[in-house]
């Protein structure tokens, strides 16, 4: 591209004062009418059923006028609505969507697709594979060998990750008892790079496989037998089959011991999802263990490595590793290039792995800040160039090419993506995977289309049926007009960390006297976390009063109507452990002891993603830095004069 | 409502010619106009960020211009997609949506409101609860006991239905290991009305405890001890906490036996969806337990009654219990009333009970049909009269007035309520059942508001996270357009029930000659199956083949374009067992063994959702009745014709 991309980036949405109000209503008619024309030229011979006649019946009217005024106050509500499309947002991980995303969403919701199969959805299943097939190339897959689909969102991709995975770790078990039954011999490649008898492998090594390696083993236990027998005998020793509980039995009879339940690591900020997913799963909260992290709220590798010693100590098999690209809170993304080497030492030394799981719902699009149009990776330098900024480092970019090693990536196109909700996203590196969760449903079997094409079999692998094909159309268009590298989302994501540091900076500068502000770590992506502290207050309990405070005067929840807008989060014991001590060493009211000791009350951060890629803008544009730091010092002063009017410190 | 109902009808839907296009557009353009002028007067101080002069810029004409010619592809693409809207689509449950919940989902579209939180969508999350209430209402449910959410559809309503029963189900387990470790004594109400000391139960007996009497043990069991000390007790004898290796382990230790695993019982008619479900809970498909259909493809209570009895025997806890309302195949309603009556018999003669599902994803919204505008009851006379036809009978109205007693439904606003994708919805009869799954977002955390409103803790109880609000303000407004009793919806469903039932008389007394159609029984709500035969055929194989031509010449799969458009569907073994007999019989080319023989392959056939309301109308609208039975033979004899050309029978 020749021309500014920033030019470009002006024109993708529809504007903090809705400038390209002209744009996005051209196009929003275009694509009404094209549909209606449409509905007009599919057998005009069929004639009308709605005569104009018919619409000046009374009836008719009455129902026209109620549509029309539930709408006015439809739209009067919607006016309570949060801003999110102005730089005076400064809250949760929400903006305005590409222009592109919403015309392309509204344009398919006229059709109304179900992407549940190309029967119901011909087209916007197709666009669904394309976009999945896009996002895999982004964060390094291979194209022939990688898979993924669009989900409702971050919730149910990580809810398949992990289904898939415990498909895939009990599977060599499945495989040992097909093969008794039918009486045959397999190898299987253990995480040391030798070869072995499947026969010959106690439990544990069996559960302790590469993903691709148990694939590998699945797809040649399908060569040696015939198709229905082998079907059948997997299926009788599958834990899909049997349930937990029956497993859990027969693994103790036939292996005489069934070994401690098999666990999930996640980064200590992870989600709250997971715990929700565990338990759902029936894997229990009890088997989900946090890794600690580091100052910088990234997964610790030497802590992983601990971890895994002591739970290989137990001979206790890890399901899943869950990493963070992104997290929720802070947007620290996990050094995974890092966590892939404790892996491998694992397989090496201890004849340990696991599924790797990249959670990059939050992240995920940040990949294609490496990218340049050609799908060549660039360097850390050369994008520091580009931008202008001391980011990403050379660390941060060797995490984002190591999400090509994990085995499964979710994805959220409705966070970094600017898309319209819902649109989540799982990607598989090896699409294999897929199968362990095929189930047939009768009234949308494919006969009759060709065997074997990708897009017919699409809703056997996934966990929702009907479903959007207007969430597919929408990214497709985001993805054609914003394409996945530096020309494309790669500048738009960029420009936003570059306003986040600039918020960032501006905030270790101003002077809030008499406050003193404490800053996390320069974020990884585009949150910036922070808190304020005032002379007159001696305890945790006072510290998180003001900035519930100073979160509850600049907050949507508020009657009043803020000038900015933040929110805030509650760092708990223990998954903040340790990442929390520098905080609490500048603040100087509590120890880490004491910090735990207050358990679910922790501590108060206020928090803001800068979604808005205008803030790094130079004027004439709105100044929404300063703006913002005078609310903030306002806020501050308006919660500490409740507070000691409240309760005295 | 003076008017007729028809006059309204005439306005709800953009119409198949898109008569009601100046209707659309105007309030499209209303909607995106008064988006346009809130974001302007939000702050207009700050001033122009994309400027006129920037519009000019190459980079900036560049852009759009690729914006609009990647616009102007999708539309070309979505051209081929499946015309729904038409008379001549008769497949799946697929059809024009109402323009209100069009218009609703894209005004609320534009503020993109997230129902994670009412921080991130203070007036949808609102909406949403109304329109949970509505259904709720709709339904039977109380107002003040019922709760209910939105969900992206009915996989995940289930999932969650399924989840929340089984934390219902073993919660007295917990009650018990809490009450030990706290030194309580408890008292419990058992399915034949009698109580006990819950420390006096054996394994069986706890885990048979209605849903209603195990939320009164769990609330009387936070007034007897410590909030603190309760929450923890109970959390760690809690499945969700142990997870179900360890706490089949745990239940064998202590009771001495682990019984056998709790099952799943399901009409053989349910949706495949189940199997998925109890896969990835971890229930495991051995115990999903299929329960035989009656000749209509309902329940069949005495078969429920004999499964029970075999249970029983065997000591094995039932999970659940689920109905289908609106079978996906047949639209089959089961008789509710029946399994209610199966139900309360098995806690009398064999101290037996479970969690009672009605899986109403489809024909939720027929319960429209029964209700007055004042919320009564109507009579199965009234309906029937004010339809002009033989329709519902009374045991149809019985059964839904019986979904009032299952203990939740799923219900998707997105089939029966012709509401944009996505929109599934869950409903608890008990709403205190939602706290057995809650968990605690920390950056969503409801500190500084209203404590205990019903708003705040909304996304605590669900299993999704991020979802559209833009999916509640659509059912919203068309609830608001479209009452849910028999002058809104109740109109529309019976309208449609007419229209099929037309379609099913015609069919049965057409001449299709050399062909013979055989019919399924009359649906229970709209949708019509049915499959051709020929003298020619003499196997099963051959028959299945005619069917399968027949669907491919009348499907949009097919390269042509079809006159109309069917869909059909394959009976197997064992779910059909029995029920497929009268069609065998019909036949005449296989015996019922013959057919369970036949295995995946089974019984080819043709099917014809009517969601048309339009159907039904006499000229000078479309007479699609008479068109549908033309293209229907002359594909049978396209079959036939390839049939015999490609393998003479």
């Known amino acids: 591209m020749n021309n500014s991309p920033h030019d470009a980036l002006l024109s993708w949405f529809l504007g903090p004062q809705a400038e390209n109000a002209d744009l996005f209503e051209r196009l929003i008619t ?70 592109a995303s919403q015309v392309g969403y509204f344009a ?26 896009q996002m895999a190339e982004m964060v390094g897959y291979r194209r022939d060998e990688a898979w993924g689909h669009l989900t409702s969102g971050g919730t149910v991709a990580n809810f398949e990750a992990l289904w898939i995975a415990r498909n895939v770790l009990y599977l060599p078990v499945a495989v040992v008892g097909a093969a008794q039954s039918l009486g045959l011999d397999l190898e299987v490649r253990l995480p040391d790079g030798s070869n072995a008898d499947i026969g010959q492998l106690d439990l544990s090594q069996l559960l302790n496989i590469a993903n691709r390696d148990v694939l590998d083993l699945w797809e040649r236990s399908w060569q040696v037998a015939p198709r229905e027998d082998m079907a059948r005998a997997l299926a009788q020793h599958s834990l899909a089959t ?40 029936g894997i229990g909260s009890n088997q989900l263990i946090y890794v600690p992290v580091d100052g910088n709220y990234r997964m610790d590798p030497e802590a992983l490595w601990d971890r895994l010693k002591a739970l290989h100590a137990r001979r206790t098999p890890v399901l899943a590793c869950i990493s963070v690209c992104g997290t929720t809170e802070e947007s620290a993304v996990d050094r995974l290039d890092l966590v892939l080497e404790v892996r491998a030492r694992a397989g090496q030394e201890l004849g340990m792995t696991f599924h790797l799981h990249s959670d990059a719902c939050y992240g995920g699009y940040a990949a294609s800040v490496i990218r340049g149009p050609d799908g060549v990776r660039r360097t850390g330098q050369e994008i520091r160039d580009a931008l202008g900024e001391d980011w990403p480092s050379d ?60 897009q017919e079999y699409l809703g056997r692998f996934i966990f929702e049926g009907s479903k959007p094909g207007a969430a597919a159309a929408a990214v497709w ?39 003193r502000i404490i ?48 929110t805030r989060t509650r760092f708990q014991t223990p998954m903040y452990d340790r990442a929390v001590d520098p905080l609490l060493e500048q603040l100087g009211v509590a120890t880490p002891a004491e910090w735990t000791a207050a358990g679910k009350e922790g501590l108060v951060v206020l ?4 979604m808005d890629p205008f803030l790094a803008d130079p004027p004439p544009g709105p100044d929404h830095i ?12 308006v919660s500490l004069a409740r507070l000691i009017g409240s309760s005295p410190v």
């Open 626 to 637: 300063s703006g913002f730091l005078d609310a903030l010092a306002d806020a501050g002063a």
């Open 395 to 454: 660390e941060w970019v060797r995490s984002m090419v190591a999400l090509a090693d994990a085995d499964s990536i979710s994805i959220d196109p409705h966070k970094l993506g600017y898309i319209p909700y819902p649109a989540g996203a799982i990607l598989l590196k090896d699409r294999r995977a897929r199968e362990l969760v095929a189930v047939d449903p009768p009234y949308l079997a494919p006969a009759g289309q060709a065997e074997g094409t990708e």
């Open 477 to 515: 268009l985001s993805h054609k007009v914003l394409p996945l590298d530096e020309s494309g989302y790669g500048y738009l994501i960029g420009r936003t960390v570059v306003g986040a540091r600039q918020l960032y900076r501006a905030l270790a500068r101003h002077d809030f006297a008499p406050f």
């Open 30 to 99: 275009e694509a009404l009418r094209d549909h209606v024309f449409w509905r007009r030229n599919y057998h005009p011979e069929d004639g009308i059923t709605i005569r104009e006649l018919d619409k000046r019946s009374a009836g008719y009217e009455e129902a026209v006028a109620t549509l029309t005024q539930e709408l006015m106050g439809l739209l009067a509500e919607l006016k309570r609505d949060v801003p999110f499309f102005s730089g005076r947002y400064l809250g949760h991980m929400a903006y305005q969507q590409t222009i």
């Open 242 to 281: 049997a349930g937990y509980q029956d497993y859990g039995r027969r693994l103790a009879a036939e292996y005489g011991d069934a070994l401690p339940d098999s666990v999930v690591l996640v980064a200590a900020t992870a989600h709250y999802s997971w715990e929700k997913i565990v338990r759902a799963l």
């Open 607 to 610: 928090r803001s993603t800068v």
């Open 108 to 133: 398919a919701m006229l059709y109304n697709p179900n992407n549940v199969s190309p029967e119901a959805a011909p087209v916007t299943t197709r666009l669904e594979q394309e976009v999945a097939q």
């Open 519 to 566: 800053l996390l770590p320069e974020p990884d992506i585009n949150i910036v976390c922070y808190l304020l502290h005032h002379p007159l207050l001696e305890s945790l309990e006072a510290v998180n009063a003001l900035n519930e405070g100073v979160y509850q005067v600049m907050s949507v929840s508020a009657k009043a109507d803020p000038e900015y807008i933040i």
